[in-house]
């Protein structure tokens, strides 16, 4: 903005409540720009300190629009789909947008071009189909993405089918030793 290149914000997206992610947001609602967040990570915006997770940002934020799992909507000529992203945290949201031919996948923090982030388990990165990063693997196998965006990343990346395999089978493997470990289901 101090260049002059960007001259407004109509909107944030956030993916998750990590403070590297979130602690700019107030002085976004301040010039009244809308924050937008998954519904399952809203809550933990607006009250932070109700929660015990790493890294939090404790200055409460208003969310404009609280979005469902696969909801839609038109922004000028791009589709933007909202997804419930758990791969980092189970906290998280991903973002497609799709136009001009091709589709950008926001991912926050889950996925890099070296695979799954899902390293702290204070994050609450829970195993199993449909759960956590296999379910992040499935909403990148439905939607094929042309780029993914990690914010820590300094270029967009692109997984391939064999990729995806290869991800999902180290997961399940992991799920098979943790679950020798644990007495969980």
Same mark, same amino acid.
């Given at each position: 903005k101090? @260049?002059?290149?960007?001259?407004?914000?109509?909107?944030?997206?956030?993916t998750?409540?990590?403070?590297?992610?979130?602690?700019?947001l107030?002085?976004?609602?301040?010039?009244?720009?809308?924050?937008?967040?998954?519904?399952?990570m809203?809550?933990?915006?607006? $009250?932070p300190?109700r929660? $015990?997770? #790493?890294c939090?940002?404790?200055?409460?934020?208003?969310v404009?629009?609280?979005?469902?799992?696969?909801?839609?909507?038109?922004?000028?000529?791009?589709?933007?789909t909202?997804?419930?992203?758990?791969?980092?945290?189970?906290y998280?949201?991903?973002?497609?947008?799709e136009?001009?031919?091709?589709?950008?996948?926001?991912?926050?923090?889950?996925?890099? #071009?070296?695979?799954?982030?899902?390293?702290?388990?204070?994050?609450?990165?829970?195993?199993?189909?449909?759960?956590?990063?296999?379910?992040?693997l !499935?909403?990148?196998?439905?939607t094929?993405?042309?780029?993914i965006? !990690?914010e820590?990343?300094?270029?967009a990346f692109?997984?391939?089918?064999?990729?995806?395999?290869?991800?999902?089978?180290?997961?399940?493997?992991?799920?098979?030793?943790?679950? @020798?470990?644990t #007495?969980?289901?």
């Open positions: 101090q @260049e002059g290149t960007v001259k407004s914000v109509e909107g944030c997206w956030v998750h409540y990590h403070d590297d992610h979130v602690d700019a107030s002085g976004l609602t301040s010039r009244h720009c809308p924050i937008m967040a998954n519904a399952r809203a809550e933990i915006l607006e $009250y300190l929660y $015990y997770l #790493p939090i940002a404790p200055t409460p934020v208003t404009a629009r609280k979005t469902e799992d696969g909801a839609s909507w038109k922004w000028h000529e791009f589709t933007l909202a997804f419930h992203f758990p791969g980092q945290t189970l998280h949201g991903g973002l497609l947008v136009g001009h031919g091709d589709k950008v996948f926001f991912a926050g923090d889950s996925g890099a #071009p070296t695979g799954l982030d899902d390293y702290c388990a204070g994050n609450r990165t829970f195993l199993g189909a449909g759960r956590g990063s296999r379910r992040c !499935n909403i990148w196998r439905s094929r993405p042309d780029y965006i !990690n820590h990343q300094d270029k692109c997984v391939t089918g064999e990729q995806l395999d290869y991800m999902e089978q180290v997961l399940l493997e992991r799920e098979a030793l943790i679950k @020798e470990m #007495p969980w289901d």
